[in-house]
């Protein structure tokens, strides 16, 4: 059934239980109003309580084959299938069925390694088989991660899941975060949602939340995007032990832009404000004599690099002993007692927060492109993330300016006409903005630098994630491999441009790909948004099948240019 049974919600809080429990099993037309949060505020992380149980068969593991590259985790697009690393005396209370092995990465010597999937929260779609890279060399149909029937394993792998979810996360102060084995130990801040199986979006806001999401702001354009992410009664954006994670809302289709650039102008206007109080508190003009803030503690915070995961740590460290020193002074200047509240209410702003600005292609080539300029040209630093499927998925299928020539959509029955917008080319005429055009399922090292480097730029940068999506008419299960084909053959590009290079004499653009190996028409052909035109208009589909060819060439040589000047 997919509905939860009331056994797996005993656990939850009184509000999920007595509420959300509600909702899930159909009964909400049954809750009073009096039952609802009179704010409209709901909790976080509550997807993790749905448990759908729609997978008719999930990955198991084996161990013994696993080469342990973190890709498996890194594609699951609900964040179902994870790893651990963690010392061998955490496994005293393991379920006997519970599996692990040693670690193979000399970071974790003498330590054990856990990949685990969460039985009740997998969708089957079995992208994480499809991409890995371990065989059994006697067998080789087998891989270290293959599919087998859920329901004889639902209550094993329940245990299980809970267990591994006992187990300690990995010191994010001392991961390699650019290398994906032990970046995808990372504790994931979005996980479980209600997107469609095989997902092309959601991998690349699991992979933001991994590593920026203790401390990001995200603003998120109307789609699928914020259906999947705010769709009641639960979310899958969640928070970490400590109690931090993403803060998240959903603005609309035409102003998305403008609402996130709102989030930065009013982080930099309390993170200055603070900084003042501080500065003030920190000098002797007060006269609080031994009772004020140290001068080494002032300079410490207001200097801090906050570069790395151990430069936020400690930038954590010091902000918490400003409050702990604030706590200490005692004044019967009222003034001085309002400076002192004000800074406490807003030192944690002295902490970097990091600006996430996301939505499809609908949103960021079409609907609200006048705020994206408007973002880009404003010199601030915002990311901004597109997750481009090429055509509006959440309301139908509808053609957008993302979409490319030949594709059949709604509106774009015979074919579209037009080559698709290029907009990492016209962000990149700015000179001063980040641009990554990135395929994670083409070149997942790529994609994780491409988000380090976006969010280290000081200043706008914009990430083009190519995104398959259902509405494409291929096999979801095969999505990623299907992105690698759109790269070999040129109809998506991978390449960064960075304008800090320039400043280091070098050229800002580099094309992360070799040159095409493969016709437009082998790629085109695999999705049935181009394949249903050559049986309605095959005369048509061959005409636009030579344009789409001949503009990626033009294109391909055009950025070849600009990467080798």
């Not at 029955?413 to 080559?419: F, I, L, M, T, V």
């Not at 988000?451 to 291929?474: K, W």
Request: aromatic share 8%.
């Amino acid at each position: 059934s997919p509905l939860p049974t009331p056994h797996l919600l005993d656990s939850a809080p009184e509000f999920i239980r007595d509420v959300l429990g509600e909702i899930m099993v159909w009964h909400g037309d049954d809750l009073p109003v009096s039952a609802l949060p009179s704010d409209g505020t709901f909790p976080t992380g509550t997807a993790k309580w749905e448990k759908r149980n729609v997978a008719e068969e999930i990955p198991v593991w084996e161990p013994d084959i696993c080469v342990q590259c973190g890709k498996c985790v890194m594609v699951c697009p609900h964040a179902a299938i994870r790893a651990k690393a963690y010392q061998p005396d955490e496994l005293i209370n393991a379920p006997s069925s519970f599996k692990f092995v040693d670690a193979k990465d000399k970071s974790f010597s003498n330590q054990k390694f856990t990949i685990q999937v969460a039985p009740e929260d997998c969708t089957g779609c079995a992208i994480c088989v499809n991409i890995c890279p371990a065989k059994n060399k006697s067998q080789p149909s087998q891989k270290a991660i293959n599919m087998a029937q859920q329901l004889p394993l639902r209550e094993q792998e329940r245990q299980n899941w809970d267990f591994f979810l006992s187990l300690p996360n990995p010191d994010r102060k001392l991961l390699k975060v650019n290398q994906i084995r032990q970046q995808q130990l990372q504790e994931p801040l979005f996980e479980f949602s209600g997107a469609c199986a095989g997902c092309g979006e959601t991998p690349y806001l699991k992979l933001l939340t991994q590593l920026f999401g203790d401390r990001s702001v995200i603003a998120n354009a109307t789609g699928c995007s914020s259906i999947y992410g705010g769709n009641l009664p639960t979310t899958p954006w969640t928070t970490n032990a400590e109690g931090r994670g993403p803060a998240w809302s959903n603005s609309l289709f035409e102003d998305n832009a403008e609402f996130g650039f709102g989030y930065r102008l009013s982080l930099d206007k309390q993170a200055e404000f603070a900084a003042e109080l501080l500065q003030q508190l920190g000098s002797r003009e007060w006269g609080v004599g031994s009772g004020d803030i140290s001068d080494e503690l002032v300079k410490s915070i207001l200097t801090a690099e906050q570069k790395s995961e151990a430069d936020i740590w400690e930038q954590r460290e010091r902000v918490e002993l400003l409050k702990q020193e604030l706590d200490k002074i005692l004044t019967p200047d009222p003034n001085l007692k309002s400076q002192i509240q004000n800074l406490k209410s807003l030192a944690d702003y002295l902490v970097r927060k990091s600006v996430w600005i996301v939505g499809g292609d609908g949103w960021a080539y079409d609907i609200d492109f006048h705020g994206i300029d408007h973002l880009l040209a404003s010199g601030r630093n915002v990311n901004i993330l597109v997750m481009d499927t090429e055509v509006y998925s959440n309301t139908g299928g509808q053609s957008s300016k993302a979409t490319p020539k030949a594709a059949v959509a709604k509106f774009a029955a015979s074919g579209k006409p037009a080559p698709k917008k290029d907009l990492g080319l016209m962000a990149m005429t700015y000179g001063n903005v980040y641009v990554a055009s990135v395929a994670l399922g083409a070149k997942d090292e790529h994609t994780l630098k491409a988000f380090l480097e976006a969010e280290a730029f000081d200043g706008p940068s914009l990430i083009i994630a190519y995104s398959h999506c259902i509405a494409h008419g291929i096999n979801m299960t095969t999505g990623m491999k299907h992105q690698q084909s759109l790269v070999e053959s040129g109809r998506w590009l991978l390449y960064r441009h960075n304008p800090e290079w320039q400043n280091q004499g070098k050229n800002p653009l580099q094309l992360d790909m070799r040159s095409p190996t493969q016709s437009v028409e082998q790629s085109m052909y695999q999705e049935n948004r181009f394949k249903m035109l050559t049986k309605s208009k095959p005369e048509v589909a061959q005409h636009l099948l030579e344009q789409a060819q001949a503009e990626v060439n033009a294109r391909w040589q055009m950025y070849q240019y600009l990467a080798n000047r």
